[in-house]
């Protein structure tokens, strides 16, 4: 069986606390299971430009990485027999579209992977809306395909989330956050992770930090249609963390995110809890659709159902990955991936914002190769 010795652990721990030494970062964790015990629980940095320690406890906002929480939950009552992969959205939501147009032709199957042809839309940039989630589905109802349902991947940024999360209120009776806590972060001990912020407890979120101009390596662009700085103010808002957004707003850390890789890596078990079946996992973690260049993230993209999938050229799972690796990114260095040939969850978590681009990837994917190389030379 393939393990981290301690003298891998000092070297993974030396390569996670040089990215915090030159600044990338105001605070980190890192956490990697392997055959479903926790090996690796790093932290560094602070909370925030003038925060406190970071610790393994912190709580973060991991932005896109809520996506595979949602999808999962979706994946359970799919497997309960709820619903179909193939099935019209309109047969669960008979408001969504009307009959007979191209957006009544939209399956789950589609929302999942990417390919619903409804990647964006007006309310992207209506955050004083996202709390409401009447206004969510209404929006949804009225949105219109840019592209034609199946033929064209193209990341759907915040619509993922609505589109999951409505289908789950729909299919189970219970709201998407409800539901999630109930059957995935609860029975699989995620203590620290919900999607938002409940009314009741205290924001101890991580404080986001955009880094400007002068304080990036390149000037690569925008991320999320809106530049760094803007984006830690908007997610930095009481109201937007407290709102349910299930493709942007979950809070957590790496620790909860590396186990719930575990189990998924695990075919869906972990401590004689399981979340879906093996061959849900199976479906769930293969490629559904690629594309060289995603019609919103102009880049080279593989969809599973939920998840990303590996094996692409400078993507975040490493120069090692494969196609058989799955996990899903969040705005800025913040990563989380399964590995069911070595049995490896792996988490990467920040609280500092820099434009989407190669830098990302190479940070993360420097970090992938060292725990990947490890368990590989110990096989």
């Known amino acids: 069986m393939p393990e981290l010795t301690d003298g891998d652990r000092e070297r993974l721990r030396a390569a996670f606390d040089r990215q915090l030494d030159v600044g990338l ?4 964790q890192l956490a990697v299971y392997v055959d479903g015990e926790l090996v690796a629980d790093f932290a560094g940095g602070t909370t925030g430009p003038e925060g406190e320690q970071t610790t393994p406890d912190t709580r973060h906002l ?3 990485c809520t996506k595979p929480y949602a999808g999962v939950g979706l994946h359970q009552l799919i497997e309960q027999g709820e619903a179909d992969y193939d099935d019209p959205v309109v047969d669960h939501w008979p408001t969504f579209a009307d009959e007979g ?12 992977s990417h390919t619903a042809g409804i990647p964006y839309g007006e309310f992207d940039d209506r955050a004083e809306e996202w ?3 009447d206004a969510v589905v209404e929006a949804m109802e009225d949105i219109d395909p840019v592209f034609t349902p199946g033929e064209r991947p193209a990341y759907h940024t915040f619509n993922y989330g609505w589109l999951v999360g409505e289908l789950i209120r729909r299919l189970s009776g219970q709201h998407v956050d409800e539901y999630v806590a109930e059957h995935v972060f609860e029975p699989l001990g995620m203590e620290r992770t919900s999607i938002g912020l409940a009314d009741d407890e205290a924001d101890d979120v991580a404080t986001l930090s955009g880094f400007e101009m002068y304080d990036r390596c390149r000037d690569p662009g925008e991320g ?3 530049p760094a700085a803007e984006s830690a103010t908007a997610f930095n808002e009481e109201s937007v963390r407290r709102a349910v957004i299930p493709a942007a707003n979950g809070v957590g850390t790496a620790r909860d995110m590396a186990r719930f890789y575990a189990c998924m890596a695990n075919g869906g078990e972990l401590d004689g809890t399981r979340l879906l079946d093996d061959e849900t996992v199976a479906a769930a973690t293969r490629t559904h659709a690629e594309t060289e260049s995603d019609g919103t993230l102009s ?6 159902l939920g998840f990303w999938t590996g094996g692409l050229a400078n993507d975040m799972f490493g120069s090692l990955s494969r196609e058989r690796m799955f996990g899903h990114a969040g705005l800025g260095s913040i990563f989380g991936w399964g590995d069911p040939e070595l049995n490896v969850g792996f988490a990467y978590v920040t609280n500092g914002i820099r434009e989407e681009s190669w830098e990302h990837a190479a940070r993360v994917a420097g970090l992938s190769d060292a725990v990947r190389l490890a368990l590989l030379e110990s096989r």
């Open 25 to 28: 970062h105001h605070g980190a």
């Open 62 to 64: 991991v932005f896109s």
């Open 224 to 226: 999320l249609g809106i």
């Open 131 to 133: 709390g409401d989630w």
């Open 299 to 304: 880049r080279p993209a593989r969809y599973a």
């Open 101 to 112: 147009t191209q957006k009544a032709e939209i399956t789950i199957r589609h929302v999942l």
